[in-house]
């Protein structure tokens, strides 16, 4: 078994009352990827954004149970949500470029960071634009707006400025589902090569993508996880019916 | 039937536009026709002569609007900014719709009864009329709307970005004015210079705040001469060529207030094209 790098016991949520995750427990490794799977509504979003607390910023959840990072429960007391989020970067469904240089996109988790040394924000820069498959197509127009790049390369450009704090854990929330089959295919190139230093939970719709690019699947339904395993097994031999129903598209 | 209805509409709404806009052409018309001829160089740079003499300026009158503008502006951009960003961040608490209801109702309240708040708290203490008073009055009239403009343009800007900072480790104060305030920019600024040009105009809250000055003052604690009380003075005068020089004073504000319009939005294209690259 892989190192773990998350562990999920009994974790709850509730928006007001309404309760959208029923005690989801399970290990997400470490340096591998783990997707997501289910039926619109069922949860993957909620459960994604509560690893990296970004939702407490809507009035009136509720968690129960408990989510550890690296062994530290982060609804623990005495934990620092800011370098929380540091640790544990996000790239959202929607791109969503900072209206700024693509340069200023790239070296802003660094300079909030407090780092004002050019040399070192220059180099972060294009490290994380290498790593993250974009640099060879912006690096003599840095200095550019980062609004005016395609749709993919606004994602790229999203995960460039993810990785440039540095993290351990990259959230995507359905990074590929607004951009054409070529630009997915370069997200999920990225994706592969990203495990090798960053454990990366991802949320997908699409059932070959999650083939593709995952170590481990958890399939979600109506705020439950139902079947978690290797990817493999989840798509070639599942063991719970209601998994093979919504993969093989017979329902969702 | 239908098609006449159709056309009668559309007439109707090019006479209603025609109606609107003469009355402009009108104003531009008499106030460059009768103020033109009043304006030389003497007009600019010297200040009013004593009753009944003829010749002398608003050079006065014209440094010390732009004063009032100015402490009018250091006074309002900030506290209506931070403000608006106040009412933008803490959206659903009862301070903020109280603080939103206020500054609505401050919105409709008419100037001159701010000239006399102005004037009991600070005229009254100070024992005088100065520069600071007038500017203070004009600093509450324009403090609303920078205040609603900022909260209104704020809300504009996509929650994505705000997500987007706080995942990288911003703090919700560190979203707000490094990535949510610089995006909605532009149109703040747009805001503040368009209700800054709007105050220039008025005159009623001035009377009994800045009062007016017949020498060039650029004392911010003396009362101060303005555009808008030295043209109400000098309209209201039985002299000819004072009426002449009112006129003069008239185009000289409207073209004041028309060029801080055009900065507005040249400052505004400029910022955004900045930000879209
Ligand atoms: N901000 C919110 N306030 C209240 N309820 C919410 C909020 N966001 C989501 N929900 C509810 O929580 C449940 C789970 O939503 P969530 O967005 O996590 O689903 P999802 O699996 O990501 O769906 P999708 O695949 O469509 O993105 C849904 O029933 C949804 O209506
Ligand atoms: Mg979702």
Not at chain 2, 220 to 227: A, H, K, N, R, Y
């Amino acid at each position: 078994m892989d190192e773990v790098k998350i562990t999920v016991r009994d974790f709850d949520f509730y928006y007001g009352t309404n309760k959208v995750l029923h005690a989801i427990s399970l290990d997400i490794p470490k340096n591998r990827v783990t997707a997501l799977i289910g039926p619109s509504g069922c949860g993957k979003s909620t459960f994604l954004r509560s690893i990296n607390r970004m939702n407490d910023i809507i009035p009136g959840i509720r968690v129960d149970g408990k989510i550890l990072v690296d062994d530290v429960d982060v609804y623990g007391s005495g934990i620092d949500v800011v370098s929380l989020r540091r640790r544990v970067g996000m790239v959202f469904q929607k791109s969503n470029p900072f209206p700024k240089s693509i340069y200023e996109n790239v070296a802003y988790g660094l300079r909030i960071n407090g780092l004002r040394d050019k040399r070192k924000l220059d180099e972060a820069v294009s490290r994380s634009l290498d790593r993250a498959a974009l640099l060879d197509e912006v690096k003599d127009r840095l200095n550019a707006s980062a609004l005016a790049l395609s749709g993919g390369q606004q994602q790229r450009l999203c995960i460039a400025r993810a990785l440039a704090v540095d993290p351990d854990v990259l959230l995507m929330d359905e990074p590929a589902s607004a951009l054409d089959p070529i630009a997915t295919q370069k997200i999920e190139e990225l994706v592969f090569d990203l495990k090798k230093n960053y454990t990366i939970v991802i949320v997908t719709h699409n059932m070959q993508q999650a083939a593709r690019v995952s170590d481990r699947t958890a399939f979600f339904m109506l705020g439950k996880l139902v079947e978690y395993d290797d990817t493999r097994t989840i798509f070639m031999n599942p063991s719970v019916k209601l998994t093979e129903d919504y993969i093989t598209g017979r329902f969702g | 039937m239908r098609k006449f209805k159709s056309n009668l509409i559309v007439a109707l709404c090019g006479a209603s536009v025609l109606l609107a806009l003469v009355p402009l052409a009108m104003i531009l018309f008499y106030v460059i026709s009768r103020g033109f001829s009043a304006l030389n160089w003497a007009f600019f740079t010297q200040t009013p002569k004593p009753v009944g003499e003829a010749g002398g300026g608003m050079g006065n009158a014209i440094v010390g609007t732009l004063i009032l503008i100015v402490i009018a502006g250091v006074i309002a951009i900030p506290v209506g900014v931070l403000s608006g960003v106040h009412l933008a961040e803490f959206k659903g608490t009862r301070f903020s719709s109280m603080v939103r209801f206020a500054a609505d109702v401050l919105n409709g309240v008419p100037s001159i009864v701010i000239g006399i708040f102005a004037y009991a708290i600070i005229v009254l203490p100070l024992k005088r009329f100065s520069a600071i008073a007038g500017g203070f009055a004009l600093a509450i009239i324009v403090i609303p709307v920078v205040a609603r403009t900022t909260e209104e343009l704020l809300r504009l800007v996509p929650g994505g970005l705000k997500e987007a900072a706080l995942a990288l480790g911003a703090t919700r104060a560190k979203a707000m004015f490094s990535v949510i305030l610089p995006a909605a920019l532009p149109g703040i600024l747009t805001g503040i210079l368009v209700a800054l040009a709007r105050v220039a105009g008025e005159t009623a809250p001035l009377l009994f705040t800045a009062f007016n000055n017949r020498f060039f003052s650029t004392n911010v604690t003396q009362p101060i001469g303005s555009l808008t009380v030295q043209v109400f003075t000098y309209a209201l005068s039985p002299y000819d060529d004072w009426i002449r020089q009112a006129w003069a004073g008239a185009l000289v504000l409207v073209t004041m207030i028309l060029i801080l319009s055009i900065i507005a939005r040249v400052a505004t294209r400029r910022l955004e094209r900045m930000a879209r690259g």
